[in-house]
């Protein structure tokens, strides 16, 4: 069982500017559904659960843990798709944090070179053959491998919705709006078996 929550993004914008300017409100709506859309996207990933907060695949009980230790985040990473098909589940993906994959991608051998290719060669994105996510949402040091797909769902209980209001703190009188994007929706990891966290 999981609780549907409220995922919601604000600006403050002027009346003066939403009255004037014919296109600021489209403008406004499209930062808005992209600013919740990202605040979707991280709750998905490291909500914590607690309030409005969707309770994130990171931080959900169950999943597994492979430690990095003296590994490279090459082995490491292999170490946790290894986990995962033991558990009958195929890795999809890995989400990352940009850090983490320049760590990767930077790696030479003993003769000096790019061990996954020269600096003007293709970047496919992949490790192992899995592709990577790259996502400032990630802890740098901590990445999730996982057959995403099976192993979590979202619920979408209503799009986005914009809405307007004065009545937040002292904005009447300051003649500000509140131009707020919510939407609906619950998050659920069915299966914590598919996926993988590593561990410093």
């Keep these: 069982q999981t609780l549907v ?21 489209t403008l406004i709506d499209a930062e808005l559904f992209e600013g919740a859309m990202e605040r979707l996207d991280a709750q998905i990933a490291v909500g914590s659960g607690t309030g409005e907060n969707l309770l994130g695949f990171m931080n959900t009980p169950g999943i597994l843990s492979q430690s990095i230790a003296t590994d490279s985040m090459a082995d490491a990473i292999h170490k946790a798709m290894t986990k995962i098909r033991l558990q009958y589940f195929e890795p999809e993906a890995i989400a990352i944090n940009p850090l983490d994959w320049e760590a990767v991608r930077l790696e030479k051998d003993s003769a000096g070179n790019y061990k996954y290719g020269p600096a003007n060669a293709s970047d496919n ?15 740098a040091g901590t990445p999730a491998v996982g057959a995403f797909k099976k192993a979590a769902v979202y619920w ?6 914009i809405t307007m209001t004065d009545s937040h703190s002292d904005w009447f009188l300051k003649k500000l709006v509140a131009v707020m994007a919510s939407t609906r929706g619950a998050f659920g990891v069915k299966r914590p078996g598919a996926i993988c966290e590593l561990t410093v």
């Design 5 to 25: 929550k409220d995922i919601s993004h604000y600006i403050p914008a002027t009346r003066r500017a939403l009255q004037d300017a014919g296109q600021m409100r």
């Design 125 to 139: 994105m992949s490790i192992w053959g899995v592709n990577t996510v790259q996502t400032a949402i990630m802890t």
């Design 156 to 161: 979408s209980r209503s799009g986005v919705d």
